[in-house]
């Protein structure tokens, strides 16, 4: 029978994953207590939050969740993180410590109920973020709109210099 402790707990997890878009698993071992600060830290700036779970509550309640279990990943200690609203924000976060700190390890991860490995959460991490998406499409939709008055504008220009021209040709006849 659970004790009340991993119960709670096991409720705590599962809160967390309800609704959730991503989560990444990474391997915090060697980290000092000041180097996990700093990781907390730079997450919790980008709006995602760390959490330490053990890997069997992970595990009960991505089951509970029918949601792939990682049982590939959830091996030694391990530190998950749940990305707010900018899923790529949190991977480029995790990226730049891991390639920092040289002692944490990305393990892998969920994304929209698949599960992802390393080189998917790194692929995550090289996508634009929220802000540049919105200006790519701004660019693209000014240019669209830009072409369309260059064209528009260059129908009545060219009647006017076809009609200029007439005129002058008339005027030296």
Not at 53 to 62: D, E, P, Q, S, W
């Amino acid at each position: 029978m659970p004790n009340a402790q991993n119960t709670e707990m096991l409720a705590k997890v599962k809160a967390d994953l309800e609704g959730v878009t991503a989560v990444y698993v990474v391997d915090y071992r060697g980290l000092t207590v000041k180097e996990m600060e700093a990781f907390r830290r730079e997450i919790r700036e980008c709006g995602a939050s760390v959490k330490v779970y053990k890997n069997t509550l992970v595990h009960l309640a991505l089951q509970e969740a029918e949601l792939p279990t990682l049982d590939d990943i959830l091996q030694g200690p391990s530190a998950f993180v749940f990305p707010g609203e900018d899923v790529a924000a949190a991977a480029k976060a995790v990226k730049n410590f891991a390639k920092t700190s040289k002692k944490l390890v990305i393990k892998g991860g969920l994304m929209e109920g698949q599960a992802i490995d390393a080189a998917g959460v790194e692929a995550i991490a090289a996508l634009p973020s929220r802000e540049e998406l919105i200006a790519m499409v701004a660019g693209a939709i000014s240019g669209v709109a830009r072409g369309l008055a260059v064209c528009v504008d260059a129908v009545p220009a060219g009647l006017a210099r076809a009609i200029k021209a007439v005129a002058e040709q008339k005027d030296a006849a």
